[in-house]
């Protein structure tokens, strides 16, 4: 199994690179996050740009390193956006971010997703009902109820949702990202896990929104896998600080983007989390 130093050492890696080079990963995403999304990016040490129209989509899937969707607000021109864009950016071969966001909420999100199967994204980054919920539509596991989605929040716990993350990203070739108050992230292969974080995330609108404009920041970086466990060390790491700071939710969000930019490589990197295998019995482990 890769060694906890090896990983480690790529974060730091990753962390380092995203503050040098500034790259650019836009964004399809939630309206009531948009501003949230972008400052998390550019805390990072990303550039944020921010699309909405078809040809916009098609056009910076080639501008930009990678790129982030989030299906939180959708509106009638989505339809034939997001398709578009996923397209071109398999086309091209540019990593991606999916956030399911309001899945199981209206035809058009389960349409979109159905299609997303045929240009899949190299993280996928939701909560433990999102997760599920696109495992079943997808058919990678099996049907044994119905997933816990209200609006944006989950009522599934992130262990849950392991095996179907794991499914997920032996599908996709890609990674996955559970947040909960203990993240998970695994590519199908290795599962890391880390808390951290502060309570006060879950009181503030935007925060797995912005977690998945910032995995992008660092997928134009690194693989998916690191890309998303980077982002989700940051966040624990902010949001712990950010904590001791607040007096409430309001203070808290200006800490945490505070945090976020004065996180460094070293400090990301050295944030903990535990690594184990998918399967015990994977060959080559």
């Keep these: 199994m890769i060694a906890k130093e090896d990983i480690r ?142 609006g944006v929040d989950s009522t599934d716990a992130v262990e849950s949702a392991r095996e179907a993350a794991i499914e997920i990203a032996r599908c996709t070739g890609g990674a996955v990202a559970i947040s909960g108050p203990t993240d998970l992230v695994t590519d199908g292969r290795l599962v890391v896990s880390s808390a951290g974080g502060s309570p006060f995330l879950s009181k503030i609108t935007g925060a797995g929104c912005s977690l998945g404009g910032v995995m992008a920041v660092y997928a134009t970086q690194t693989d998916p896998f690191c890309a998303a466990l980077t982002g989700v060390l940051a966040y624990n790491l902010a949001g712990k600080r950010a904590e001791a700071e607040a007096r409430g939710p309001g203070s808290f969000q200006m800490h945490f983007l505070d945090e976020l930019y004065l996180a460094t490589p070293e400090d990301i990197a050295g944030h903990p989390f535990e690594v184990e295998s998918a399967q015990q019995e994977v060959e080559n482990f």
């Design 9 to 150: 050492k790529e974060i730091r890696r990753a962390a380092a690179m995203v503050r040098e080079k500034n790259p650019m990963a836009p964004s399809v995403t939630n309206t009531v996050t948009v501003n949230f999304v972008a400052n998390a990016q550019l805390a990072v040490g990303g550039s944020a740009a921010m699309v909405y129209l078809p040809d916009e989509g098609e056009d910076m899937a080639g501008m930009g390193d990678a790129f982030y969707i989030n299906m939180g607000t959708q509106f009638p021109v989505y339809a034939e956006t997001l398709p578009r864009t996923a397209k071109a950016l398999h086309e091209r071969k540019k990593p991606w971010v999916l956030d399911p966001v309001g899945i199981g909420i209206g035809a058009l999100r389960e349409n979109l997703l159905c299609q997303f199967r045929s240009f899949p994204p190299s993280i996928l980054r939701g909560n433990a009902s999102e997760i599920l919920a696109v495992a079943k539509l997808w058919k990678l596991v099996k049907e044994t109820g119905g997933c816990g989605v209200r």
